[in-house]
């Protein structure tokens, strides 16, 4: 099976994440752009729940509270969620659909360092 715009898919043992989607030659035109998705090797053992469950609890600190983060999405196996999310990032950049992801062979309207003219106003 052919994945369109995927050099690589390549698993990966000890990432802080779940997986990541790197472009190969960002400068590229979309016809010709390439990309490798690096996924945490554990993910091939993990159902939804488990990585999401695992995922959420770094966001918070184990205390006294008692409290604890789980999710519950069924048992589909997790490399699932992960190939369509990450594909969604190839997706995006290929057709500059996020505002501050151009599309392929376009600048972006700021440098790297500069913060993006109008920044949506935070919801809090």
């Keep these: 099976m052919e994945l369109r715009g995927v050099r690589a898919l390549i698993f990966l043992d000890g990432m802080p994440n779940s997986a990541l989607t790197s472009a190969v ?33 770094t966001c918070f600190e184990v205390g006294a509270t008692g409290f604890t983060v789980s999710v519950e999405g069924g048992s589909m196996d997790a490399i699932v969620y992960v190939l369509l999310h990450e594909v969604t990032h ?28 109008n920044p949506p106003a935070t919801p809090f």
């Design 25 to 57: 030659e960002p400068g590229s035109s979309a016809d010709d752009r390439k990309f490798d998705i690096t996924i945490r090797a554990g993910v091939l053992r993990e159902n939804i729940s488990e990585m999401l469950t695992a995922k959420e609890r």
């Design 90 to 117: 190839l997706v995006d950049s290929v057709l500059g659909l996020t505002p501050e992801n151009p599309p392929c062979g376009q600048q972006r309207a700021c440098g790297p360092t500069e913060p993006p003219p």
